[in-house]
Structures are given as C-alpha cells and as structure tokens.
C-alpha cells in the first residue's frame, strides 16, 4: 500500500524496506513534522497513514478497503528524551482470512543537533 507522512518530500520515502519492515530515516522537522512547545517540553508528532489498496493478480483484484494511521511523538522533557507511538483505528477492519500478525513498531532517535 502507499504509506505517508503529514508532508511530503525527497526524506519521506523508506531507506530500506523488507516483507515484515519499512524503515523511515529523516529528520525531526521533516515529512510534515508539527513542533509544539509546552512549559518545560517540546512536543515533535507525526502521522504515519496506509491509504486504500487495490493489488492487481493472476485471479483478479484485491482490495483492502479500510484506512490505518499511526501518530509518532518525541517529547523532549529537560535534559531527557521520550518517544510514544500511538494507533489510531479511524474504521473497523474487516473480518480477516488469514490469522493476523503481530504489529511491530520500533523507534530509534538517533544523535543529531536542534536547531530552532
């Protein structure tokens, strides 16, 4: 399916994908990227969303016809650093065929510099 972020651009494509993975490596202010500041934290988020798929094979077309979303958020809180990963179900999926997978999330922060 086709995966997006808030925004666009030459980041936002996967750097390396396999079957099981996609993996995404841009930086903090990248892809559409909303900063927020609160007292004492700044808040970087994101949306990371699977739009509608229709996968063309040798017995006919296939669809998946549900919606998923996924919000990432960093909170920089003083001297020490949070991340939280947050699934957002905005339509029931339908009845599966197959027995589901397990959902694997990872999220690495890598060293880097802020700049405001």
């Known amino acids: ?9 030459p980041t936002c494509s996967p750097v ?3 079957s099981a993975f996609a993996i995404y490596q841009f930086p903090v202010t990248a892809c559409g990227t909303v ?10 988020e994101n949306r990371m969303s699977s739009s509608y798929e229709v996968a ?3 017995l006919g077309a296939i ?6 979303e996924l919000s990432v958020q960093c909170r920089y809180i003083g001297s ?3 991340a939280l990963v ?3 179900g905005l339509v029931p999926p339908p009845l599966p065929v197959a027995a589901p997978g397990p959902l694997r999330v990872e999220l690495r922060l890598g060293n880097g510099e802020c700049t405001s």
């Open 63 to 68: 669809t998946r016809d549900s919606q998923y």
């Open 80 to 82: 020490s650093i949070e």
């Open 56 to 58: 063309l094979g040798p």
């Open 86 to 88: 947050i699934e957002v």
């Open 35 to 44: 900063m927020m500041e609160e007292p004492g934290v700044i808040v970087y």
């Open 16 to 18: 390396g994908t396999t």
């Open 1 to 9: 399916g086709i995966i997006s972020f808030l925004g666009d651009g």
